[in-house]
């Protein structure tokens, strides 16, 4: 029995009628249709399916594949052109080299530099995955090369004076880069940014080492130390979070940050001893540790002692007050000589006098130290009582 609708009808509400978006007039006509249908009932079976949206995908992906084995034979196209065009001053020069009797000597600068050049234009087009990884690896590799071509050019011993820190320059631009390109380690997946801190500080502290041999000097601790003191103040507390701790130490990742740099600023006075003698080595020594007092305790304070915020405050502000105003007469007591006397010079204060930088100095210190006891005491007394409320409250 022939059906009251055509086939082509209903064969274009099959889609709908597949993605249940249709009218339920429509839906019905479809249904009555596919019992009477053989045809559309196999359509609709090839719809569920996904018989040609498979098929649809295998061809969009053939067509895909198609244009990118294009586009790499254009773009090793222009880049064989490119390299043609770099071949033509190579030949030039090296012509004018041999006519004017030079035996080759520059002609190996010009062909290195030109290796500069093609490195950021013909490698990115024939390279045909990780493009800026392998044009910056070729630049970096042909800047060394001309370096190492001058430098033998010229007679001279300061090749690897130019190419650490030209390596170490590179890095710092390049490395973060580099290193979300390459695989790695399971172990080091999610730690790349240490690993760029790391391999900087490495390129940093040869630069230092190559330098101190070349001028034929002593000074390579006296400079690095300090300089690893001034990375850890700013990268260590990146770096703690990233490097694996045992169980007793993940809480206390403040405190390791501030033992590191502690240990690295009495480095510091330990690599210079030998350039100020025992005079500076007892004077630094005194006052690194009396000025360490702040910070280690306010870091106490902030971190170890349960008190209320108010409270805490107080007590930060008044040892910052006290500190202030006593420093220069600290530093001064420690650089008298032996058997010298003098009385700290806020003793000389004078509200009423403000005539001269001595007197001046001393009154202002003094007004530091009044002040900052009044706030401070004030601020601890608050959170003294605010803390003793909260707990009769919470019990």
């Not at 295998?58 to 294009?70: Q, Y």
């Not at 065009?85 to 035996?103: K, M, S, W």
């Not at 730690?191 to 040869?206: G, H």
């Not at 008298?336 to 100095?361: H, V």
Request: hydrophobic share 50%; glycine share 6%.
């Amino acid at each position: 029995m022939a059906s009251k609708y055509s086939c082509n009808l209903v064969q274009d509400l099959l889609p709908l009628y597949r993605d249940n978006v249709c009218g339920d007039e429509s839906r019905a006509i479809v249904e009555e249709h596919l019992r009477e249908c053989a045809e559309c009932s196999h359509i609709l079976e090839q719809l569920n399916g996904s018989k040609i949206e498979q098929s649809l995908s295998l061809e969009a992906g053939a067509v895909l594949k198609n244009h990118k084995k294009k586009e790499k034979r254009i773009s090793a196209i222009y880049g064989l052109v490119t390299a043609g065009i770099l071949l033509i001053p190579v030949i030039v020069c090296l012509i004018c080299n041999l006519a004017i009797g030079h035996a080759l000597d520059w002609f190996f600068i010009v062909l290195s530099s030109l290796l500069i050049v093609a490195s950021i234009t013909v490698v990115p087009m024939l390279a045909n995955e990780m493009r800026f990884l392998k044009a910056a690896g070729c630049c970096t590799a042909s800047t060394l090369i001309l370096l190492l071509t001058c430098c033998i050019y010229t007679h001279g011993d300061w090749f690897f004076v130019a190419a650490v820190p030209v390596i170490f320059g590179v890095s710092l631009l390049v490395m973060p880069a580099v290193l979300w390109q390459i695989p790695l380690p399971d172990a080091l997946k999610n730690r790349k940014t240490l690993c760029v801190i790391l391999w900087d500080v490495m390129w940093l502290l040869a630069m230092l080492a190559v330098c101190c041999i070349y001028v034929g000097g002593d000074w390579f601790l006296t400079a690095s130390v300090p300089v690893i003191f001034g990375l850890s103040v700013l990268l260590m507390p990146i770096i703690i979070h990233q490097i694996p701790l045992p169980k007793p130490l993940l809480n206390q990742k403040a405190l390791l940050v501030m033992v590191w740099d502690t240990l690295w600023l009495y480095g510091i006075m330990f690599s210079s001893a030998k350039y100020g003698g025992e005079f500076y080595w007892h004077n630094s020594l005194l006052i690194t540790t009396w000025c360490l007092l702040l910070p280690w305790s306010i870091f106490v304070i902030i971190r170890y002692l349960r008190l209320h915020p108010f409270t805490k405050a107080g007590l930060i502000i008044l040892i910052t007050g006290v500190f202030t105003a006593t420093i220069n007469d600290v530093i001064r007591l420690i650089l008298l000589p032996k058997g010298a006397t003098n009385a700290p010079s806020i003793l000389c204060a004078d509200l009423f006098n403000w005539n001269g930088y001595p007197q001046t100095d001393a009154n202002v210190r003094l007004l530091t130290l009044i002040g900052s006891v009044v706030i401070g005491v004030m601020l601890f007394c608050f959170g003294f009582f605010a803390g003793k409320r909260n707990n009769k409250v919470e019990k």
